[in-house]
């Protein structure tokens, strides 16, 4: 996939879904249908298609914010694919039809961005207009073409790309729980050098996936083809969300490598020890980012497990969901201590319980079974009364007891 195809498939994934207000209006039900057919469209990239049904259903009805909003995120992606149509039409001597379509762009963009504006003053509290907006200032300031901006008008794009990580910010200020907005302020991060902070909105974003991924291979049922193809696809799409940033992360580390090769020339080149140092420390500073990046391009792959780990997984989510209930007796139940070992592991667990402790966010990262024991390792915010251990790593070990999995080692 190349970088634009990445970027163009990130930013449609993010589509949003908002409350539905049709029941207002004289003609909802043709509303409904035409924007049930607008998200199919725009999921499936026809953002031509989904633009013109979404308008249908807010002429339908006026007072239809979903549509709105529909149609503000298809003249985003619509803009953003037509600048695309208008570099190929360029770059084969189409001049003038590469100009028509160029201004066709710019009008999608520009009509996106006012319809996201007029929504923020409309619903100040929603967060969807300015998560849309967002993904306009993304597309715009992460462009690979020299559209809507040449690749070296560092002012425009740094604009646009500060106020994407702006708009970010605040639906994380307000929806801290938004997968997707960490997904791409961290890549807005990336694209502003800004790597460490880059690397920590995507490892959340990344644990979300992880999560999601497990809880789909563990939870959903698969006793029917249906059953089974309705699993397949969306871990499918799961993986391909993994994939695609990962590309953006490697390409963001390529770029990086291109840079210091530039600037090694240039301390060759230098005159005097004071420009000497200034591209050393350069130097320096993206050496460790790169490494940052490197880190993070080894990590950023999903765990897949096998049928024994998921049932092993699944046996510890149900044990901390009893942990966290606070009742000791639920969560004593699970408990298999090795012999001799018996009252020290009940009374280490009991005190536990009783100190109010709790597992929130937990992802599952490590599943290790042989034979009849097994260890769940994952990360999660350790809280214990007041006080809370954000990413945590914790491990616990069960072993089988009566063909049951049960909890032998809780640190």
């Not at 994934?13 to 725009?42: I, M, N, P, V």
């Not at 997968?179 to 694209?191: E, N, T």
């Not at 994939?243 to 005159?271: F, H, N, P, S, Y």
Request: proline share 3%; aromatic share 6%.
């Amino acid at each position: 996939m190349s970088r634009w195809a990445a970027i163009l498939a990130l930013s449609a994934a993010g589509l949003t879904a908002s409350c539905t207000h049709e029941s207002q209006c004289e003609d909802h039900d043709r509303a409904r249908e035409s924007r049930e057919l607008a998200k199919y469209a725009f999921d499936g990239g026809h953002f031509d298609q989904a633009k013109e049904l979404y308008t249908n259903a807010m002429n339908k009805c006026t007072q239809n914010y979903d549509a709105r909003i529909g149609v503000a995120n298809s003249c985003r992606a619509l803009g953003t694919q037509l600048y695309q149509q208008a570099d190929q039409l360029a770059s084969v001597g189409k001049r003038q039809q590469a100009e028509k379509v160029f201004m066709q762009a710019n009008n999608n963009h520009a009509q996106s961005d006012q319809l996201f504006r007029t929504a923020m003053v409309e619903r100040p509290d929603d967060v969807d207009p300015h998560y849309g907006i967002g993904l306009l200032w993304y597309d715009r300031c992460t462009s690979p073409i020299a559209a809507p901006y040449r690749s070296d008008d560092v002012e425009n794009r740094q604009r646009e790309r500060d106020q994407a990580i702006k708009e970010f910010t605040l639906v994380l200020t307000r929806m801290p729980q938004s997968s997707q907005a960490h997904r791409y302020r961290g890549l807005a991060y990336l694209a502003a050098d800004r790597i460490e902070e880059g690397a920590s909105d995507l490892k959340i974003y990344h644990d979300s996936r992880q999560d999601l991924y497990n809880k789909i291979v563990g939870t959903w049922p698969s006793l029917t083809p249906e059953d089974k193809r309705r699993k397949d696809i969306a871990l499918r799409a799961v993986e391909k969300e993994i994939d695609d940033v990962r590309e953006v992360i490697v390409l963001e580390q390529g770029e990086m490598v291109d840079r210091t090769k530039v600037l090694k020339k240039k301390e060759r080149e230098a005159q005097g020890p004071a420009e000497v140092q200034k591209i050393t420390q350069e130097i320096a500073h993206l050496s460790r980012q790169q490494l940052v990046l490197e880190g993070m391009i080894k990590s950023f792959a999903l765990t897949k497990m096998g049928e024994i780990e998921q049932a092993i997984v699944k046996r510890c989510r149900e044990y901390l969901e009893a942990f966290n209930r606070g009742k000791v007796n639920e969560v004593l139940v699970f408990l298999g201590p090795r012999k001799g070992e018996e009252k020290q592991l009940r009374e280490s667990v009991s005190a536990k319980v009783d100190r109010g402790m709790q597992f929130k966010k937990v992802v599952f990262r490590t599943a290790v079974v042989s034979n009849e024991t097994a260890s769940v390792g994952f990360v999660c915010d350790l809280v214990t009364g007041q006080v809370s251990h954000p990413e945590s790593e914790v491990t616990i070990r069960w072993r089988v007891v009566g063909g049951q999995w049960l909890v032998s080692d809780h640190p």
